[in-house]
């Protein structure tokens, strides 16, 4: 279990730091991004793989604006 949590630290603080690609490295391959509700937007479903979750990265990098 403290592996687990470690992980999931990791993957907030790398998103803290808009570190994305260091985010992808603890990703497995065969990842399931599910973005649930609301189902009309277009980032709204599931994602397959690395290359389904740089995709969801994407469309929310194009509609959102953040700040820090």
């Known amino acids: 279990m403290t592996i687990a949590l470690e992980v999931v630290k ?3 603080q790398r998103f803290a ?3 994305l690609e260091g985010f992808l490295q603890l990703c497995s391959e065969d990842i399931e991004w ?3 509700v609301p189902s009309t ?3 709204c479903r599931a994602f397959q793989g690395i290359a389904g979750v ?4 994407d469309l929310l ?3 959102w604006e953040f700040k820090s």
């Not at 740089?54 to 990265?57: D, E, W, Y």
């Open 10 to 12: 990791q993957v907030y």
């Open 17 to 19: 730091e808009g570190n």
């Open 34 to 36: 599910v973005v649930n």
């Open 41 to 43: 937007l277009e980032k």
């Open 54 to 57: 740089c995709q969801f990265l």
């Open 61 to 63: 990098s194009n509609s």
